[in-house]
């Protein structure tokens, strides 16, 4: 075997393995640049006490109704509609599988359809003084939403119904605090 032919040989693992890497390293060069949040505004979301449905296929199910509530915020201003409710199906590990719709309805009178899943769990122990109605400082449970908005698209407000949303949340006693944040 000639010397020229050992060499090439010996060299085709590196060129196999350098041309393996390149759509790795194109990849990275046209990686998307990640959502930033802003935050569009905050929700104080009133609630009545649950209304206990029990144990349905396995899986605790309670409504919580809305009772009302304010919007307030740099991109949103107005009130929460009574009438509303959260839906939730609290599984065997303590964790809120969430589905709340409610209305909002703008400074300027514009009506606001709000679909709002989301998760919320944490320690037993913390989901047990929440439940109890004590004030728990959110940073020590997981409670997150992703809202969906429906507004006539040619409102002042169509811009909620095509953008997309992240929620921080907050339950109290008598009500859910919401940050609603526009990803960009």
Not at 86 to 98: E, K
Not at 125 to 131: D, N, P, S, T, W
Not at 137 to 165: E, K, N, Q
């Amino acid at each position: 075997m000639s010397v020229e032919r050992r060499s090439l040989l010996r060299a085709m693992p590196g060129v196999a393995l350098a041309s393996a890497m390149a759509p790795a390293q194109a990849a990275d060069a046209e990686a998307l640049t990640p959502p930033a949040l802003s935050l569009a505004f905050r929700l104080r979301v009133l609630i009545g006490p649950p209304q206990e449905l029990g144990m349905v296929d396995g899986v605790r199910k309670r409504v919580i109704p809305i009772t009302g509530g304010t919007v307030e915020g740099p991109r949103l201003q107005g009130q929460v509609l009574p009438g509303g409710a959260d839906w939730q199906s609290i599984r065997a590990d303590g964790t809120a599988d969430i589905l709340a719709r409610y209305t909002l309805q703008a400074q300027d009178g514009t009506l606001i359809s709000v679909t709002n899943p989301g998760y919320r769990h944490g320690p037993p122990e913390v989901l047990a003084r929440i439940a109890a109605g004590q004030v728990v400082d959110p940073a020590l449970y997981y409670f997150r939403t992703t809202p969906r908005f429906d507004v006539a698209s040619d409102s002042v407000h169509g811009w909620l119904g095509r953008t997309v949303f992240l929620c921080t949340a907050g339950r109290y006693s008598d009500h859910v605090r919401l940050d609603i944040f526009a990803a960009s």
